[in-house]
């Protein structure tokens, strides 16, 4: 029988497992594959405690207890053994987590058995991940890259003749492939110009007025760094038990917690690299202190601020429905009708603090308090340009590009 080893990171929340994974698990058993859990799930069949690895190895590492280190990378090895047996491999390492104290082991025990990469919907796998993990994944001589989960479940369908032939099979249809086509694997940057490098760009603009589309527009097409406060603050729910609700009423994030994510992803760039904060500085206060890392990084800023009216910014809001999934959202009445995911399939959903009347007003309130006076801030430094954004997403992307190359 065919086997396939699919697998998250391995330093991750068990709990959160493999994104989408149970549909991944459905298609394979409808085609008749045997799946071989990940490393926690081999762990738990083994009668093995999960937290031997991730934070316990790293927790051994920082503590200079290398004999013990070895120990349990031994055991992880031990438990990679059925993986190695596996016909292919179905991997999404997470960005935030891979690259640690067990991935390089993964590697190593992993050679020669086709992988299929998952690196989501934005390339954040490849763009938020500071270690080597993900790109020897992606340049492994049996790797195929994609994009999300559907699209590897539609490949093998496709290909199901040669996954029925086991892991031969695969490597020839693989090796196939990338013969035909070396730069399978590639996901180039179409728009991307030298005039981008090193640039920080925050988007503002009122809710609804396409603030984070233009941001992930600018990530996919031109390699900029995408920061969008709300999906930084999403990733720190579990951290923080009262950020959900707090959000959802229509509050804003504490100030120190969006100042400390912001510096944070300012100090980790290279100076070359792109970024555009998506939404970024809602208090004066909050500008006040970017402008002074900017300023010490010897980093210009520039604001773009798409201007709509309040009557559509409150029409989109109310149509709008988000994807958890590819991490954009749609407006349109006939999303609200069929909340499905006309990219990805997953079911859609509305942003809580778009739901009820009272967090909405709320919402617009700071907007025309904190964000509007953070904007005349920017003004009087000479650093916004306005785009008028009663306009189509192409074309406000269009003059965005010529605002960057100018
Ligand atoms: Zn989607």
Same mark, same amino acid.
């Given at each position: ?56 190895? /790293?927790?051994?590492?920082? +503590? *200079? $207890? ?9 055991? !992880?090895? %031990?438990? #990679? ?117 090193? /640039?920080?760009?925050?988007? +503002? *603009? $009122? ?9 992930? !527009?600018? %990530?996919? #097409? ?185």
């Amino acid at each position: 029988m065919v086997t396939c080893y699919r697998s998250g990171p391995i330093e991750r929340d068990p709990a959160s497992a493999f994104h989408g994974k149970n549909q991944i698990d459905d298609v394979l058993r409808e085609l008749d594959i045997k799946i071989i859990g990940d490393t926690f799930e081999i762990l738990e069949s083994r009668g093995e405690p999960q937290e031997i690895y991730g934070p316990k190895m /790293k927790k051994l590492r920082d +503590q *200079g $207890r290398f004999y013990d280190y070895s120990k349990a990378e031994s055991l !992880l090895v %031990q438990s #990679l053994k059925s993986a190695r047996e596996a016909d292919f491999v179905i991997s999404r390492p997470a960005p935030e987590a891979s690259g640690g104290t067990t991935s390089e082991t993964v590697m190593t025990c992993m050679r020669g058995v086709p992988k299929l990469v998952i690196i989501g919907p934005h390339g954040e796998g490849i763009s938020d991940n500071d270690s080597t993990f993900m790109i020897r994944m992606l340049t492994d001589y049996y790797s195929l890259v994609f994009n999300s989960e559907k699209d590897v479940i539609g490949f093998i369908k496709k290909h199901i003749q040669a996954f029925r032939r086991g892991r031969d099979g695969i490597r020839q249809l693989f090796i196939h492939i990338k013969t035909a086509n070396p730069y399978v694997n590639d996901r180039r940057k179409p728009l991307w110009d030298d005039r981008f490098e090193g /640039k920080t760009i925050i988007i +503002q *603009g $009122r809710p609804g007025a396409g603030k984070d589309t233009q941001g992930r !527009l600018l %990530q996919d #097409l031109c390699g900029f760094k995408f920061f969008g406060s709300g999906h930084e603050l999403r990733r720190l729910y579990s951290k923080f038990p009262n950020l959900s609700e707090s959000l959802g009423n229509g509050e804003l994030a504490p100030e120190w917690l969006i100042n400390c994510l912001i510096s944070n992803s300012l100090i980790k760039l290279e100076r070359f690299e792109p970024i555009v904060f998506a939404g970024a500085s809602k208090m004066p206060s909050e500008a006040e202190t970017l402008i002074r890392i900017l300023n010490d990084l010897k980093r210009k800023l520039e604001v773009i601020v798409i201007d709509i009216d309040e009557d559509l910014a409150k029409e989109r809001i109310t149509f709008r429905r988000n994807c958890y999934s590819c991490e954009i959202s749609f407006c349109g009445r006939e999303f609200v009708e069929n909340p499905t995911c006309p990219q990805c399939g997953e079911p859609l959903a509305a942003r809580d603090e778009n739901m009820s009347e009272e967090s909405v007003k709320k919402i617009f309130g700071w907007y025309r308090t904190e964000v509007e006076e953070t904007i005349r801030y920017f003004e009087n430094l000479r650093l916004v340009t306005h785009i008028d954004g009663h306009d189509s997403k192409e074309n406000i992307f269009n003059k965005i590009l010529e605002i960057l190359k100018a």
